[in-house]
């Protein structure tokens, strides 16, 4: 391991940075009196102190939300054939507050092949899991105007072909070419948009209103 700082405390020191900046902890789990040793890192996920008491696994999975608990099959198939576990929870701290937390679980065997000790991982991924929840709510919001106008959304490659067609356009398989003459509200759509009307390759393209507004009746002239 490389030590970034000198002295004596320069592992521990090292290991203290490298949590601090990933936000991460990591643990050994000893399966047999199920008591857990934790980096400082790791306390600081779970928002306790360091030395606020001995951890068991137990304690671990009570704080751990109940509908992110592991299952109990998936717990028994670790401990028999210790294959590596990738497990995303939410952790409830003491204070109430919620956490998502990433683990990257591994085992640890004995000469006989029994496995004897896990040791893992776990890094915060709060921040991305709250970004990821925006991105749906926006996608979201726009479909439902999509809904609401009965409106319809694509995205155009370079060659000036619709390739990806809105949600609601999938489910209703309304997928056509983007320059097709469909009515809207008794006006033509031809030439709502000109195949060579797009800002840039692979961006949603610019529309060409002109063509949405329907023409006044043309008077007869009399004979």
Same mark, same amino acid.
């Given at each position: 391991?490389?030590?970034l700082?000198?002295?004596?405390?320069?592992?521990?020191? !090292?290991?203290?940075?490298?949590?601090? #900046?990933? %936000?991460?902890?990591?643990?050994?789990?000893?399966? +047999?009196?199920?008591?857990?040793? %934790?980096?400082?890192? *790791? *306390?600081?996920?779970?928002?306790?102190?360091?030395?606020?008491? /001995?951890?068991?696994?137990?304690?671990?999975?009570?704080?751990?939300?109940?509908?992110?608990?592991?299952?109990?099959?998936?717990?028994?198939?670790?401990?028999?054939? =210790? !294959?590596p576990?990738?497990?995303?929870?939410?952790?409830?701290?003491?204070?109430?507050?919620?956490?998502?937390?990433?683990?990257?679980?591994?085992?640890?065997?004995?000469?006989?092949?029994?496995?004897?000790?896990?040791?893992?991982?776990?890094?915060?991924?709060? #921040?991305?899991?709250?970004q990821?929840?925006?991105? #749906?709510?926006?996608? +979201?919001?726009?479909?439902?105007?999509l809904?609401?106008?009965?409106? /319809?959304?694509?995205?155009?490659?370079?060659?000036?072909?619709?390739?990806?067609p809105?949600?609601?356009?999938?489910?209703? /398989? /309304?997928?056509?070419?983007?320059? %097709?003459?469909?009515?809207i509200?008794g006006?033509?759509?031809?030439?709502?948009?000109?195949?060579?009307?797009?800002?840039?390759? =692979?961006?949603?393209?610019?529309?060409?209103?002109?063509s949405?507004?329907?023409?006044?009746?043309? +008077?007869?002239?009399?004979g």
């Amino acid at each position: 391991m490389i030590n970034l700082f000198e002295g004596k405390p320069g592992i521990r020191e !090292t290991q203290s940075f490298i949590e601090e #900046k990933l %936000c991460a902890g990591i643990w050994r789990w000893e399966i +047999a009196s199920d008591d857990m040793e %934790c980096s400082p890192g *790791f *306390f600081k996920l779970l928002g306790m102190e360091p030395a606020a008491r /001995k951890l068991s696994f137990h304690d671990i999975q009570q704080m751990v939300h109940p509908e992110d608990r592991l299952a109990t099959e998936e717990l028994a198939g670790f401990l028999y054939a =210790g !294959t590596p576990l990738d497990h995303e929870c939410r952790i409830i701290r003491p204070n109430g507050r919620i956490r998502w937390i990433s683990n990257r679980i591994e085992a640890l065997f004995d000469s006989g092949g029994r496995v004897t000790h896990a040791i893992g991982v776990s890094v915060d991924v709060t #921040k991305q899991r709250e970004q990821l929840q925006s991105m #749906k709510n926006s996608a +979201a919001r726009f479909e439902a105007l999509l809904e609401a106008i009965d409106g /319809k959304a694509w995205i155009v490659n370079h060659e000036g072909r619709s390739s990806v067609p809105s949600r609601r356009d999938r489910a209703t /398989k /309304k997928n056509r070419p983007f320059c %097709c003459a469909e009515s809207i509200r008794g006006a033509r759509r031809t030439g709502l948009i000109s195949r060579n009307r797009f800002d840039a390759p =692979g961006r949603h393209c610019i529309p060409r209103l002109s063509s949405i507004a329907p023409r006044a009746p043309t +008077a007869r002239s009399a004979g």
